[in-house]
């Protein structure tokens, strides 16, 4: 196997992880409904990423960087999740 499909599927697991913990966290508000899709978004991206890594397609080195740039997100806002959801959100 190559190193981009490892490195695709890490971290498309860690993404789809992360989007699912947060997601179920969120109250649809004015501020949680954006959030929300933003989550959603993150999560349908690193699923489809997922899929083609599982399927044997192609995985393009620019789907990895998008991978990356999402984790790398997710994991610098981590600390604003660690101790209780922002009041924003907040359910």
């Known amino acids: 196997m190559n190193f981009i499909y490892i490195a695709a599927t890490l971290l498309a697991v860690f993404i ?3 989007c699912v913990r947060r997601g179920d966290c969120i109250q649809m508000s004015k501020h949680g409904f954006g959030w929300g899709l933003l989550y ?3 999560a349908f991206f ?3 990423t997922l899929l083609q890594v599982l399927d044997g397609v192609r995985v ?3 789907e990895v960087v998008g991978l990356l740039a999402v984790a790398c ?3 610098l806002t981590k600390n604003l999740w660690r101790e209780d959801v ?3 959100v907040k359910k």
């Open 16 to 18: 789809l992880i992360s």
């Open 40 to 42: 959603l978004l993150y």
């Open 46 to 48: 690193a699923g489809m």
């Open 60 to 62: 393009e080195f620019m």
């Open 73 to 75: 997100n997710l994991w």
């Open 86 to 88: 922002p009041a924003s």
